[in-house]
């Protein structure tokens, strides 16, 4: 672990305000171990910059607040919510290029909230050591205050 460190990815501003433990156990752990070391450390060295997590492991309740899935990856540490320093769009779409064009194996990245040029709001990416990795790429936009999912990302 390079770049990234655990309390990074299981610090929660909602866990704090409302007084919720986001400690992960000795799975989550070392998911989030895993995922540091085969996904983002790599990527931040490809990137050539810092990289933002502004969400990683999620606790029950954590994940509630957020309106996460029910199963979402990031109850298992598997996952993190990524931006640039910048947080610009553009930015955001180069990092996403970056990381699709590498030969860094993820389980699913999604493009998220996309805008009407196909650029992420923030980019959802995950790992797992449970089962092969997929390779998903999905966008997710807004229709209507709603999210929706499509297979592939443009970029």
């Known amino acids: 672990m390079k770049y990234f460190t ?3 990815l299981t610090k929660s501003t909602n866990a704090v305000k409302r007084g919720i433990d986001n400690t992960p156990n000795n ?4 998911a989030l171990v895993d995922l ?6 790599p990527l931040r060295e490809r990137w050539g910059a810092p990289i933002i997590v502004s969400s990683g492991y999620r606790s029950p309740a954590v994940n509630r607040l957020a309106g996460g899935s029910s199963n979402s990856q ?6 993190a919510d990524i931006h640039t320093v ?3 769009r553009v930015d955001n779409m180069r990092l996403l290029r ?5 030969n860094i194996e993820f389980d699913n990245v999604i493009a998220e909230n996309v805008d009407s040029y196909g650029r992420p709001d923030w980019i959802h990416v995950s790992y797992t ?4 990795n997929r390779n998903l790429k999905t966008t997710m936009r807004k229709v209507n205050g709603k999210s929706k999912y499509t297979n592939g990302i443009k970029i």
């Open 129 to 132: 050591t449970k089962r092969k």
């Open 36 to 41: 540091i070391e085969h996904v983002l450390d």
């Open 6 to 8: 655990i309390r990074e």
């Open 27 to 30: 799975e989550q752990r070392q």
């Open 98 to 102: 970056s990381l699709l064009t590498s």
């Open 74 to 79: 990031h109850l298992k540490g598997e996952a």
């Open 86 to 88: 910048s947080d610009s």
